[in-house]
């Protein structure tokens, strides 16, 4: 009798450890991988790039297409070292725009965010960059409103980039590795939520995957045409900087 309940109570103590040990590796995430829904609200885009005088035949156009276009990032992390690139098939109908395929559906970001360096594959209409430079900063101010989003813990942090685009992030200090969906970073924690109000694009995460992803394993694309963020900047305003409303708000979406 006495063995059978020292049996049940070390049975018990190894149960519990290995619960012990799995919750602070679920607390405390170092590798893994992340899926983002990124919703862009294209009929709300549509109008602000038509303006005020919006035309019979472009507000036709408008109400006929759907509201959102809903494509997904898979984000590989280990460590330092982070990958984020297309995820899982879309309809056709959410993955095209009016004009075909929209900005940066197709991009690729490898980033080393202990040296702040990054590469990007970014797909231009028929062109496709290779993008080398070093990770933006971003000046976070950290606020005390929180969310749970894919069953973590999150804590509101804003900012400005590129001198005018308004950002509200979403992070979890629970995954240590401080990155985020595209070249969103620098928060102590990974980044599960990012909203552009006036540009009406999110991106949110929908799980979060404890995969044994090793560092070594997640390599930087190498296709495309090498340019650092100036000259893609120089590019993209030169093919359709001229483009009114419309060019200006391709280029944005294409520069994040």
Known sequence: MKNSSRKLGLLLMLVTMAFSVQAQQAMFLQQGRIEYEKRVNLQARMKEMSGEEESSWSESIRKSMPQYQVTYFNYSFAGNTSLYQPGRDNSAENKTSLWGEGPAEENVVYSRLDSMQSISQKKVFEQLFLVKDSIRTIRWKITDETRKIAGFDCRRANAIIMDSIYVVAFYTEAIITPGGPESFNGLPGMILGVALPHEHITWFATKVLVDDI???TIKPPVKG???DNKGMSVAV???????????KAHIKAIML
């Open 237 to 247: 305003e030169k093919s359709i900087g001229k483009w009114g409303n419309w060019g």
């Open 225 to 227: 045409k090498p340019v």
């Open 214 to 216: 090793k560092e070594g």
